[in-house]
């Protein structure tokens, strides 16, 4: 198998399993905190508490869910366009963290209520300091953007050489 084919199936692979992953505990979370309840993980530090989020991180564009669920399919598309194009493993993985992130929170908004393009994303860990409740998409999007800004400022170009 080529270098390129396998990172490419690395890359899809990544995203979709993550992609897993997410809405399993989304799933997971709905299961087991619809009626309200607060579950301490890691006592006050980790809790898992059940919102549903029409806005983007830090509550950007409240309402606008419809927006979001568009830049969110660019972004996808943008994703499945230049994933493949990784030169090394390393923005491989990357460009797959980002992929799982940003279509583990579109599948919400493309499924659940109230309905296609506005639905709403399921968030469930809770973490203090007012920090606002996320869930394992946004997990992955966070640490795939940080390691693609962390290669950029050691000075790796967007999609790198092959061997670096």
Not at 7 to 17: A, D, Y
Not at 55 to 83: D, K, P, R, Y
Not at 128 to 134: E, H
């Amino acid at each position: 198998m080529s270098g390129t084919r396998a990172r490419t199936l690395l890359f899809l692979g990544i995203g979709v399993v993550l992609v897993f992953l997410d809405q399993l505990t989304k799933e997971l979370a709905i299961a087991e905190l619809s009626d309200g309840s607060v579950v301490p993980v890691i006592g006050e530090v980790l809790r898992f508490r059940l919102v549903y989020n029409d806005a983007a991180a830090f509550s950007l564009g409240v309402g606008q869910t419809w927006v979001l669920a568009i830049i969110a399919i660019g972004a996808v598309l943008a994703l499945l366009w230049f994933g493949p194009k990784a030169k090394n493993l390393t923005w491989t993985v990357i460009a797959g963290l980002v992929l799982g992130g940003a279509a583990g929170n579109l599948v919400d908004r493309l499924t659940r209520a109230p309905g296609f393009l506005n639905g709403h994303v399921v968030d469930f860990i809770s973490i203090p300091f007012n920090f606002p409740i996320f869930n394992l998409a946004d997990t992955f999007l966070v640490i795939g953007v940080s390691l693609a800004m962390i290669r950029v400022v050691m000075g790796d170009e967007v999609g790198g050489k092959v061997g670096k």
